[in-house]
């Protein structure tokens, strides 16, 4: 049975998660955005063989080889399986990348790739779909030592948070909302220490994709945006952005 307070948005975002592609996935769409000009290298052939193996690689997990009349919980489970295989051979595809340069710009490169691709699966694969990751470049530039920071929060952290987001997601479908709120609290962890680290950067536009339903209500908007601009004390901004993501939950 499942808690009535976890009906709405987060049972069909656990819904999305079996029913969309595996993930993290990278897309011939994904490798071309990262690389650009630098795919015309001396080194090009060596990346796109790679890419091409990994797609092959990627292409056999099969995340629907559960029995019809698998339940939910089952099926996520079975979903979480591909989704470490996936992440594995992602990781693989990185590594083969990595070693082909040094050069500054293959690197970043290599950053962007990996950031756009673990914060797109994460989107696909979140109960919580108020605690956004957002990818900041598609929407502001930022320099090589924020992608940087970006990219060590993201490899420092992704597994744990899709094993919590997977876990919580089983704790939803079973009823059981001490697990889930263990796992949330965690969850809201990260997502602060993520926002750390993009704050400097959030502008009107980053806040509508963080906090989708502050473009609908000016009052909570400007408020957010005074508190980002003229609050310094970090305690008092986690406990209002813990504030703003829980009134976006509620709202969405």
Known sequence: MIDTEYDGAMVLAIIAMVATAVQPLCTRSDFQEAFGSS????????????????????????????????????????????????????????????????????????????????????????????????NLPDIVQIPDDTAQEIDAFLIDNIDEDRTDRFSASVAILAGDPVDCRTYEKRAMVRWNQYISIIEPYINEDVENVLYPQLANNDDVRHLASWMMLNVEDVTTLENAQFQLAAWNSAHT
């Open 39 to 134: 795919l015309q290298s001396d080194y090009a052939f060596v990346a796109r063989a790679a890419f091409e193996d990994y797609l092959e690689q990627v292409q056999k997990i099969d995340a629907g080889n559960y029995d019809r009349n698998a339940t939910p919980i089952e099926q996520l489970q079975v979903r979480l399986e591909a989704t470490i295989k996936a992440d594995g051979l992602f990781d693989d595809l990185i590594s083969s990348l990595s070693v082909l340069s040094s050069n500054r710009s293959w690197k970043r490169n290599i950053i962007d790739l990996r950031r756009s691709v673990l914060l797109e699966a994460r989107k696909a694969n979140n109960p919580w779909p108020a605690t956004i990751w957002v």
